[in-house]
């Protein structure tokens, strides 16, 4: 079994930075993709950023330039470094690894809140 544990969340002003981390724990065999969702109130969860085992990174429009995805293969750790927050990036972060054996992992989320 995977665990998926997310920390960095918190309330931060407008134009503001934060960095969340995602460790998977358990019994990890091999990571192919690790990644970072969001879900605002009333809305559905979206796609932020993905990274790839080997480097490749993907970004959502509403978040290039602003946040920036790494990993550390060796510490099966996915980092979000949020920079230039806007009030509308207020959501509940999840945390999502995609294993080459196909499975799928969600974190519980971490909430960030960002005021004007």
């Known amino acids: 079994q995977v665990q998926l544990v997310e920390s960095g969340g918190g309330l931060v002003q407008a134009g503001g930075s934060l960095r969340l981390s995602c460790v998977a724990l358990g019994s990890i065999l091999s990571i192919n993709k690790m990644g970072w969702y969001r879900q605002a109130p009333g809305k559905q969860r979206e796609f932020i950023a993905v990274?790839?085992?080997?480097?490749?990174?993907n970004y959502a429009d509403s978040v290039k330039g602003r946040f920036t995805i790494s990993r550390d293969n060796a510490r099966n750790t996915v980092y979000l470094q949020m920079n230039s927050l806007k009030p509308e990036d207020t959501a509940v972060y999840y945390c999502n690894v995609l294993m080459y054996n196909m499975r799928e992992y969600w974190g519980q989320g971490t909430q960030v809140t960002v005021s004007s």
């Open positions: 990274i790839t085992s080997s480097g490749y990174t």
